[in-house]
């Protein structure tokens, strides 16, 4: 039965989710509290990185592994003539070696486990395969062909262009406040009738649902853009982290930079800890100095 549904949050969650509900029948409203798509959304942005690798989790593995699907649909279906993933590969590195109960061991693991071929890399390897290394830093690791990242900025614009055409509401400017008997209302005092409500609110969810606020807790970190040489474009996403390092799915960093190549000039440097300063005349160079 078709129902009136409102999804607050017009990141890449609620607009994939309006799309879908909309396929189904359902008649959709999308809202967001600034422009579609929204500059300070964390959908919106040059690149993020689409892997696989969850530790020992293979039920998350599983879930990245259709996700890795989707995306080739999309390119396929979506943006045929303009594919905005980019299947890179992605590299896992360490300077000592992996052992059980590392993040990447445990990784390297779970990918052999379901099928996958991972290539295991030690420092002659890595140097041969990725010249712009340091010889000899990093001593151990793998490279996944399966992987790369996403123009995710672009992927926001266009999905909510084909939202727009298929049948989706879009109301910008529309501050989310709270759940109300018949729908969401808005900070303007409006009301959006809907019998079903999806909140797609991201790092905002603790403060629209102050529940929530002892359960979730959203993160930041700096994010940098650096102009690259055209041989800086063929490397992997790549993660670097200290030894005895804990990553999370999701969290803090706790040290180490996770890189993305971007096929329009650019190179995307996240780093929790600390900021690195390049010298002058190096700012082609900064992978490099990884």
Known sequence: MSARVVVAGAGVMGVAAARSLAARGHRVTLCDPGPLPHPLAAST????????????????????????????????????????FHETGVLFVRRSAMAP?????????????????????????????FPAWRTGRYVDGFFHARGGFVESGLVVERLLAHAATEGVALVPDASFARVVDGGVALASGEVLPADRVVLALGAWTPFALPSLA???????????????????????????RP?????PAFG????????????????VLTDGMRLHRLPPGRRGAATAAA
């Open 101 to 129: 109960g590392g993040f990447e061991h445990d990784s390297h693991a779970a990918l052999l486990a379901r099928g996958h071929r991972p290539e295991r890399l030690n420092t002659a390897a890595l140097t041969a395969r």
């Open 45 to 84: 942005d040059i690149s993020k990185v689409v892997r696989i690798e969850y530790g020992d989790d293979q039920g998350y593995m599983a879930l990245g592994e259709r996700s890795l699907d989707g995306w080739h649909r999309w390119n396929r279906d979506l943006f045929a003539g303009d594919p905005l």
């Open 243 to 247: 030894d005895c390092t804990v990553l």
């Open 252 to 267: 803090d960093f706790t040290g180490g930079a996770l890189v993305t190549p971007g096929p329009r000039d650019t190179l």
């Open 214 to 240: 002892t359960s979730l807790r959203a993160t930041g970190h700096p994010v940098f853009h650096l102009r690259t040489r055209a041989d800086a474009l063929r490397l992997p996403c790549f993660w670097l």
